[in-house]
């Protein structure tokens, strides 16, 4: 499991150091998900974490089939918003996960710096980006994937149905 962690991670890594921004196409259709405070948060995220997003949305969508909603789709393009807190370059993230598989979770601080500020903020993203999507009216399928989905132990409190749940967990393993 640490293998493929660790190949998805640094395939994220070496794609998220290419500037280029979504396509207007692309854009245009995850738009087309979005309520209007989901857009302000999703056109805020840089250009890296945008074209990811499309990418699993785009995915979850072909996997779903028939069973393809507007609000899977936007908990595909809306479930990393919160690492925006954090401020960190793609370098930066890179750091913040070594750092916090080899601190643990729980050793994470906020109290010591700005470094550690920023890591802790990271790590926390999944709950700051379910509040960001609460705040802005989004869909609450969006918020609750947002929270749950680096968790796997909280996937089943969302209520989804179980082929949602594999959708969006494959489709953001890629």
């Known amino acids: 499991m640490k293998l493929k962690r660790l190949r998805h991670l640094s395939k994220r890594f070496l794609v998220a150091l290419w500037p280029a921004s979504p396509s207007p196409a692309e854009s245009q259709w995850a738009y087309g998900f979005l309520w209007e405070g989901e857009r302000r948060l999703f056109e805020s995220l840089p250009n890296h974490d945008r074209r990811h997003l499309i990418g699993v949305a785009q995915r979850v969508d072909l996997s779903l089939g028939s069973l393809s909603e507007d609000r899977w789709i936007a908990a595909a393009l809306l479930h990393d918003v919160g690492k925006s807190h954090s401020r960190l370059s793609p370098v930066g993230r890179a750091a913040a996960t070594i750092w916090i598989e080899m601190k643990g979770l729980d050793r994470v601080s906020i109290s010591n710096g700005q470094w ?59």
């Open 116 to 174: 550690s500020r920023r890591v802790y903020l990271y790590a926390q993203h999944p709950s700051l980006g379910s509040d960001d999507i609460r705040s802005c009216g989004g869909h609450e399928e969006a918020a609750l994937w947002a929270n749950a989905h680096d968790d796997p132990h909280l996937w089943s409190t969302t209520g989804f149905p179980s082929a949602v749940i594999e959708a969006l967990t494959k489709s953001d393993d890629d």
